[in-house]
């Protein structure tokens, strides 16, 4: 359960927003995620080329599930003018962030079974069931919690490293794919649209929404740790 709800904490709140609230809900492990060791690492160019391609092989294991999780966003979208930004999204992901992959792979010496059937780690599956159970709501506003997670999440941090320029493509790209003014700009609409659709859920709804927020962001720190992890513990 929040620590708050969303009524209460906007109360007196000259512009309360509903994905702030969220993510007050899930610190300080937000904090935590875009201020990982990872992120650090990757912006110094001095992160390992075997946690990078560790950390990349389970993150494309997410690209199918994730294509649907934005589907079905576009089918429960309220009008043509909320689907029309989150196709044009799907296409960025589909084409530059899917070429970027290959790129990576291909130089960081990534085998075929390793791209399209890697072992699993604990976290991965758990986004895997996030992004299910998204899918499988009712409503758009419960569909885009953890898809604002995963694009806000990797704003925030990216950002904060936008300036710096690592010499390895993989580490450079990978800043630039999270923070270029196109980025930008959908994260923050997309933010609006959970905002606009929060408030409308049922209170129940609303404090189930806050801890899918806070589990996501939960895992997203628990994939960056992972991926300095060699060899996975035995379930």
């Not at 966003?73 to 070429?99: G, H, I, M, Q």
């Not at 085998?111 to 599956?125: F, G, I, K, N, V």
């Not at 506003?141 to 898809?147: C, D, I, Q, R, S």
């Not at 790209?173 to 859920?201: K, M, S």
């Amino acid at each position: 359960m929040p620590d708050q709800s969303f009524d209460d904490w906007a109360a007196g709140r000259p512009d309360p927003r509903f994905t702030d609230w969220l993510r007050e809900q899930a610190q300080p492990l937000w904090t935590q995620a875009v201020t990982h060791r990872f992120v650090r690492d990757l912006a110094d160019d001095t992160l390992p080329d075997a946690v990078m391609a560790r950390y990349l092989v389970q993150d494309y294991s997410f690209l199918d599930h994730f294509v649907r999780l934005v589907g079905s966003a576009v089918a429960k979208a309220p009008t043509l003018a909320e689907r029309l930004p989150l196709c044009r999204f799907l296409a960025v992901v589909t084409s530059d962030e899917n070429t970027y992959f290959h790129r990576a792979f291909d130089t960081l010496g990534v085998s075929e079974a390793e791209r399209t059937a890697p072992d699993l780690r604990q976290p991965t599956r758990g986004f895997h069931a996030v992004m299910a159970d998204a899918v499988a709501a009712k409503t758009y506003g419960e569909t885009l919690v953890p898809l604002v997670v995963f694009e806000w999440l990797y704003l925030d941090w990216a950002s904060a490293v936008a300036d710096r320029r690592p010499g390895k493509f993989y580490f450079r790209e990978w800043i630039d794919l999270h923070a270029n003014p196109d980025f930008v700009a959908f994260v923050d609409w997309l933010r609006r649209q959970l905002d606009a659709a929060g408030p409308e859920l049922l209170p129940r709804k609303q404090n189930t929404a806050a801890e899918v927020f806070r589990h996501t962001v939960e895992l997203e720190k628990a994939f960056f740790d992972e991926a300095f992890v060699e060899t996975p513990p035995t379930p």
